[in-house]
Each structure stands twice: as structure tokens, then as C-alpha cells.
């Protein structure tokens, strides 16, 4: 597969302290990337140093197979970003904010502009001045802006950072949209792991300036463990039970009134029984799968 985003060893100071340390990842062709991280990870430096809007201090960093250097910017025709918040002139019309665009960008492809507000959904705003805008709409024409000019790779860092839970599922809907019909290559940050884990084909997870790991969301899934949960009122009483009548070890009591039971030679119905014989009252109890957010956790907090 191809790679259209490659970076080695990337590191970057402030004032002696390190905020990017010796990152190294992969971005390949038409994936959804998804950048994952608690706020301060590092995500948006990193990002920045990719636009060369932000100079490494050290590490490479190859675009497109070519090497990004201090004076490079032929790249940058081949990426559309959003880095934080969308800035427009809120007095004029989305329209006539997508026209300025194309004059600085010098594309000379303004008949595009009916076409991407359709795309992200826009459609009938056009001559609506941005400052009517809510944050949600601004967002999606924040990503008309970026893939106006057809670039093959989209940056978004945060775009789902402060909407509504009706705007995240339209900025998700999107970015699905314009990988499938588009073909895009899309680098996405947030530190919302449950979007992350609906939209991304590889997930990279940072902390403290360091990436932890990278690893393709089929494989995530496939590490992720299967148990059985058990609420009960009394989780102490219940352990008991579950270790002296089943002979069961590979358990852990979540809190007061959950189990988590990770053995699989001993079925629901014969543990139900079980604790039940045993005056434990079981108000449910279902089979889990660990999902992302439990695999992000236990790789910041080091494990379970």
C-alpha cells in the first residue's frame, strides 16, 4: 500500500522541554488515520510540523515520498487542513469565503464551490453570512474550504472538539463520505476515543509527546477481550462464590456491584445458578467486549 505520510524519529523543544519525542508513524493511502490522545499529547505540534507551519528539531518527515524540508511548500497543494478552530470573515457569505480562498490559493476552480457545500452538507447556505453560522456549520465549511482545491490528504485536528452530539455524527458521516467516494487520506485528532474507534482504519496513540502505539483498528479488535459481566448487590460476596463453589481465579470486582469475569470453561447459566444457590442477587448479567476506550486506557495507565 501507498504511503502518503511518512514520519521518522520526529522530535520538537520548546525552551529545553521536549513536546514531540521521537515520533515515528505511517500514514497510507485512502485509511481514515485517527490521532489519539489526551489534550497537551502532542497532536496538533506534530500536525503543525507536517504543514511546516511548526520547524522539527529534529526527525523526518516525507510527504507525498518527499522530504519536507524548512522551505518546502509545493506539498502543500496536495493537503487540505483545518488546525483548531476554522477562522472565515464572518461578514461575508460562506460562498464568498470559499471565492477568497480560491484567489489566494490561486485555483481557478470556483465552480467547485456549489459542488463541495453539497458535499459536506451545506447546500441552501451559500449566500448566508458565516457569523449566522452555529459551530457545527462552521466546522463543515471549515472542511469545504480544505478539500475545495481536491487535495489527496485531509488534516483535521479536533473537528468534532465543542459540537453537539447532532454535529459529531455529521462530521463523522463526512469524513466516512469522503473516504469512500473521494478517496481521500484523512490524519484526524481527538481525544474523544469512542469517534475515533467508529471512523479510523489505524489508530495512533500519544501521550506526554510520545507515541505509544500504532495499530490498525482490525487489530484492536481482535486484541480486545471478551468477558462476562456480572451486576450483583454485593460484588465482595459474590467473588467468594465464584472462587470457592466454581473454582474460578481469572475475575475482578469493577466495584461494589460488578464482576468481570474473563474464564470462559464455566457457562453464564451454571454461574447464575451458582450464585443464586448462594443468596447473591444478580440484577444482570451479559457477555462484554473490552472496546477502545479500555484499550487506549490501559496502554496510558500502563495496564489493568
Same mark, same amino acid.
Given at each position: 500500500?501507498?504511503?502518503?505520510?511518512?514520519?521518522?524519529?520526529?522530535?520538537?523543544?520548546?525552551?529545553?522541554?521536549?513536546?514531540?519525542?521521537?515520533?515515528?508513524?505511517?500514514?497510507?493511502?485512502?485509511?481514515?488515520?485517527?490521532?489519539?490522545?489526551?489534550?497537551?499529547?502532542?497532536?496538533?505540534?506534530?500536525? %503543525?510540523?507536517?504543514?511546516?507551519? $511548526?520547524?522539527? #528539531?529534529? +526527525?523526518?518527515?516525507? /510527504?507525498?515520498?518527499?522530504? *519536507?524540508? =524548512?522551505?518546502?511548500?509545493?506539498?502543500?497543494?496536495?493537503?487540505?487542513?483545518?488546525?483548531?478552530?476554522?477562522?472565515?470573515?464572518?461578514?461575508?457569505?460562506?460562498?464568498?469565503?470559499?471565492?477568497?480562498?480560491?484567489?489566494?490559493?490561486?485555483?481557478?476552480? %470556483?465552480?467547485?464551490?456549489?459542488? $463541495?457545500?453539497? #458535499?459536506? +452538507?451545506?447546500?441552501? /447556505?451559500?449566500?448566508?453570512? *458565516?457569523? =449566522?453560522?452555529?459551530?457545527?456549520?462552521?466546522q463543515r465549511l471549515g472542511i469545504a474550504r480544505a478539500i475545495l482545491t481536491?487535495?489527496?490528504?485531509?488534516?483535521?485536528?479536533?473537528?468534532?472538539?465543542?459540537?453537539?452530539p447532532v454535529g459529531i455524527k455529521d462530521i463523522r458521516m463526512l469524513l466516512?463520505?469522503?473516504?469512500?467516494?473521494? +478517496?481521500?487520506?484523512?490524519?484526524?485528532?481527538?481525544?474523544?476515543?469512542?469517534e475515533m474507534e467508529t471512523i479510523a482504519d489505524t489508530i495512533g496513540i500519544?501521550?506526554?509527546?510520545?507515541?505509544?502505539?500504532?495499530?490498525?483498528?482490525?487489530?484492536?479488535?481482535?486484541?480486545?477481550?471478551?468477558?462476562?459481566?456480572?451486576?450483583?448487590?454485593?460484588?465482595?460476596?459474590?467473588?467468594?462464590?465464584?472462587?470457592?463453589?466454581?473454582?474460578?481465579?481469572?475475575?475482578?470486582?469493577?466495584?461494589?456491584?460488578?464482576?468481570?469475569?474473563?474464564?470462559?470453561?464455566?457457562?453464564?447459566?451454571?454461574?447464575?445458578?451458582?450464585?443464586?444457590?448462594?443468596?447473591?442477587?444478580?440484577?444482570?448479567?451479559?457477555?462484554?467486549?473490552?472496546?477502545?476506550?479500555?484499550?487506549?486506557?490501559?496502554?496510558?495507565?500502563?495496564?489493568?
Amino acid at each position: 500500500m501507498e504511503t502518503m505520510i511518512r514520519i521518522n524519529q520526529l522530535s520538537k523543544s520548546y525552551k529545553q522541554e521536549e513536546i514531540v519525542s521521537k515520533v515515528t508513524m505511517r500514514i497510507e493511502k485512502g485509511e481514515i488515520y485517527g490521532f489519539l490522545g489526551p489534550n497537551g499529547a502532542g497532536k496538533t505540534t506534530i500536525m %503543525k510540523m507536517i504543514l511546516n507551519l $511548526v520547524k522539527p #528539531t529534529s +526527525g523526518e518527515i516525507f /510527504v507525498l515520498n518527499q522530504p *519536507v524540508s =524548512e522551505t518546502s511548500f509545493q506539498y502543500l497543494k496536495h493537503i487540505g487542513s483545518i488546525i483548531e478552530y476554522p477562522v472565515f470573515y464572518d461578514r461575508l457569505t460562506a460562498a464568498e469565503n470559499l471565492k477568497y480562498h480560491c484567489a489566494y490559493a490561486r485555483f481557478h476552480g %470556483k465552480d467547485r464551490i456549489p459542488e $463541495v457545500l453539497q #458535499t459536506v +452538507g451545506l447546500t441552501g /447556505v451559500e449566500d448566508k453570512k *458565516v457569523h =449566522e453560522f452555529s459551530l457545527g456549520m462552521k466546522q463543515r465549511l471549515g472542511i469545504a474550504r480544505a478539500i475545495l482545491t481536491g487535495p489527496a490528504i485531509l488534516i483535521l485536528d479536533e473537528p468534532i472538539n465543542g459540537l453537539d452530539p447532532v454535529g459529531i455524527k455529521d462530521i463523522r458521516m463526512l469524513l466516512l463520505k469522503l473516504k469512500k467516494e473521494y +478517496g481521500m487520506t484523512i490524519l484526524v485528532s481527538s481525544h474523544i476515543v469512542s469517534e475515533m474507534e467508529t471512523i479510523a482504519d489505524t489508530i495512533g496513540i500519544i501521550n506526554q509527546g510520545q507515541l505509544i502505539r500504532e495499530v490498525k483498528m482490525t487489530e484492536v479488535r481482535k486484541e480486545n477481550i471478551q468477558y462476562l459481566e456480572i451486576k450483583v448487590a454485593n460484588s465482595k460476596q459474590a467473588a467468594l462464590v465464584l472462587k470457592e463453589k466454581l473454582n474460578l481465579h481469572n475475575f475482578e470486582a469493577v466495584d461494589t456491584e460488578t464482576i468481570r469475569v474473563y474464564q470462559h470453561e464455566v457457562s453464564q447459566s451454571v454461574i447464575n445458578k451458582e450464585l443464586v444457590l448462594n443468596d447473591i442477587l444478580v440484577n444482570s448479567i451479559e457477555t462484554q467486549q473490552s472496546n477502545l476506550e479500555e484499550y487506549f486506557l490501559n496502554l496510558i495507565h500502563g495496564g489493568r
